[in-house]
T-cell receptor
Framework: EPEVTQTPSHQVTQMGQEVILRCVPI?????FYWYRQILGQKVEFLVS????????KSEIFDDQFSVERPDGSNFTLKIRSTKLEDSAMYFC?????????????FGDGTRLSIL | QKEVEQNSGPLSVPEGAIASLNCTYS??????FFWYRQYSGKSPELIMS????GDKEDGRFTAQLNKASQYVSLLIRDSQPSDSATYLC??????????FGKGTKLSVKP
């Protein structure tokens, strides 16, 4: 069964540094998402992306964050000048279409630890 | 602010019993509802989706939706120790994003 893949599985970074989290969505999916989950808390929506542009973003997704689809397969989340509170699991998801009734399939996540 | 509420548990049931997980949501206009299972340290895994009032069955799992009461539930029949996980209720947002509850931790005792 096709799946969403994310790299790296664990990223450790010094506070203030930039990180790039990578995702390869399911190949025929057109809509891509990033979510994060701080330890012990709920999964929170960050951003959705379609046709090479952001379609929706949450209040969390401020100027510190950016997303990009640099080629036909990868979808990246960049966090500039990381802060301690950015430590979380970051999940990429994809869906075939963007509609509230379409299931989203999640990758295994990247655990980001900011020191 | 759209909210999804779940009892955090833990909910403990003996092996073979029925586990009942509940969820309420604040946005009366919500149209799509999902249950995900999340093992510790892992990603959410889709179990069920439901869009219409009533019951939807898939194997040992039954999702129930009552839009008038803004209530969705998940029943797990013949619970197994491998069902022990956190169950996340998610509601589809207007822009295709998912709004998650905090999850209910289920423990199935052998």
């Amino acid at each position: 069964e096709p799946e969403v893949t994310q790299t790296p599985s664990h990223q450790v970074t010094q506070m203030g540094q930039e990180v790039i989290l990578r995702c390869v969505p399911i190949s025929n999916h057109l809509y891509f998402y990033w979510y994060r989950q701080i330890l012990g808390q709920k999964v929170e929506f960050l951003v959705s992306f379609y046709n090479n542009e952001i379609s929706e973003k949450s209040e969390i997704f401020d100027d510190q964050f950016s997303v990009e689809r640099p080629d036909g397969s990868n979808f990246t989340l960049k966090i500039r000048s990381t802060k301690l509170e950015d430590s979380a699991m970051y999940f990429c998801a994809s869906s075939l279409v963007q509609a509230s009734n379409q299931p989203q399939h999640f990758g295994d996540g990247t655990r980001l630890s900011i020191l | 602010q759209k909210e999804v509420e779940q009892n955090s548990g833990p909910l403990s049931v003996p092996e073979g019993a029925i586990a009942s997980l509940n969820c309420t949501y604040s946005d009366r206009g919500s149209q799509s509802f999902f249950w995900y299972r999340q093992y510790s340290g892992k990603s959410p895994e889709l179990i069920m989706s439901i869009y219409s009032n009533g019951d939807k069955e898939d194997g040992r799992f039954t999702a129930q939706l009552n839009k008038a009461s803004q209530y969705v539930s998940l029943l797990i029949r013949d619970s197994q120790p491998s069902d022990s996980a956190t169950y996340l209720c998610a509601v589809g947002g207007s822009q295709g994003n998912l709004i998650f509850g905090k999850g209910t931790k289920l423990s199935v005792k052998p």
